[in-house]
């Protein structure tokens, strides 16, 4: 009679198979706990962003609470939203996200601000989805004024980010789940 070990794990398993009091082999299957990025992805899906002046200080907002909600830092994430309200209340950047459709914006950081960092992190995705949009519609090729961003998609949340770094950072599930998703 075959036993089968089911080994739940992030990466694979390296353990060998062994024998049981019964001298019966036990199979280990190799299952992948949640979805990972190829080793290349960023290189090949990242790109430039942002065309403007403007829409790059408000990339680099969003990019500042982004990691502080994935690096599970509460100081951090309120210092983040309430940047993030100050940039968004002001005349230019309401005008500037009514002609971009980013209301959301101009009104979710006040909201946010009234949040914990793991309610924000449960509320974030329909606003980090505008981001998302935003950064791909204002690609670009000029060097000054721009940060390199990837497209990342987690599929528990779920949900897509932007961000900087070549290994996943989830902002959603913070530490829980930090390195869970996939570069798109």
Known sequence: ????????????STQPDEKNEKNEKNVVLKVQKHAQPAADDFTNK???????EQSHQFLKHYLTLTQAMAADDDSKTKEAVQSLVSFTSTPEFTAFA???GLQEWVDGPK???TLSRKDLQQDFEPA?????????KHKTTKSDATTTVIVAYCPMAPGRWLQTESIISNPYYGSE???CGVFE
């Open 1 to 12: 009679m075959w036993y089968i070990s089911l080994l739940l794990a992030c990466g694979e």
């Open 46 to 52: 990242s790109f430039v962003c942002c065309d403007t």
């Open 98 to 100: 009514t002609t971009e």
């Open 111 to 113: 909201y946010w601000s």
């Open 128 to 136: 980090s989805q505008l981001m998302v949009n935003f950064a791909q």
């Open 177 to 179: 789940m930090l390195t």
